[in-house]
């Protein structure tokens, strides 16, 4: 029997068991420079550990479709990692909750293109999947000695579609 996952929109209610969703929505936390900017005041709860330190990657990844199949979902026990897009496009967001140290049931999420996301120490996700060209993003991660990588290959996929 195939395993099908819906996805659904990105929102911190549904998404802050995972991590952050970062955006500029609603109105700004405060006016800065002379009136003519709107902080959106810190957005996300950045963890790298005791023995890590902020880093800041481009990542280029190569765009993907829906149905996507999901083969792989990772984790990083030593610190959080955001993603924030450098372009206007949605790109999938895939999460699963810890079932006694391996990934459970995804979730599949899909931005609206101009929405980040900041992901938890320890959560388990699927790659960065953009889905459309060019698939460039800023990334803040832990930089630090200790591995902070741990891979989990499904041999029973699950296949990622349109939540309609």
């Given at each position: 029997?195939?395993?099908?996952?819906?996805t659904?929109?990105?929102?911190?209610?549904?998404?802050?068991?995972?991590?952050?969703?970062?955006?500029?929505?609603?109105?700004?936390?405060?006016?800065?420079?002379?009136?003519?900017?709107?902080?959106?005041?810190d957005?996300?709860?950045?963890?790298?550990?005791?023995?890590?330190?902020?880093?800041?990657?481009?990542?280029?990844?190569?765009?993907?479709?829906?149905?996507?199949?999901?083969?792989?979902?990772?984790?990083?026990?030593e610190?959080?990692?955001?993603?924030?897009?450098?372009?206007?496009?949605?790109?999938?967001?895939?999460?699963a909750?810890?079932?006694?140290?391996?990934?459970?049931?995804?979730?599949?999420?899909?931005?609206?293109?101009?929405?980040?996301?900041?992901?938890?120490?320890?959560?388990?996700?699927?790659?960065?999947?953009?889905?459309?060209?060019?698939?460039?993003f800023?990334?803040i991660?832990?930089?630090?000695?200790?591995?902070?990588?741990?891979?989990?290959?499904l041999?029973?996929?699950?296949?990622?579609?349109?939540?309609?």
């Amino acid at each position: 029997m195939p395993r099908t996952i819906r996805t659904e929109p990105l929102t911190q209610a549904a998404f802050a068991a995972f991590g952050d969703v970062l955006d500029a929505s609603g109105p700004p936390d405060r006016l800065i420079n002379a009136g003519l900017c709107g902080r959106y005041h810190d957005r996300a709860t950045l963890d790298f550990g005791p023995d890590g330190r902020a880093g800041i990657s481009i990542f280029y990844a190569q765009p993907r479709a829906l149905p996507y199949a999901l083969d792989l979902l990772e984790r990083h026990p030593e610190g959080s990692q955001a993603f924030i897009p450098m372009t206007q496009h949605p790109f999938l967001v895939i999460v699963a909750p810890d079932d006694h140290g391996t990934p459970g049931i995804p979730r599949a999420f899909l931005t609206d293109g101009a929405q980040g996301i900041n992901l938890h120490r320890c959560i388990w996700h699927g790659v960065l999947t953009p889905l459309a060209a060019p698939g460039l993003f800023a990334v803040i991660d832990r930089i630090g000695r200790t591995p902070n990588l741990q891979e989990h290959p499904l041999s029973d996929p699950w296949t990622i579609v349109s939540g309609g």
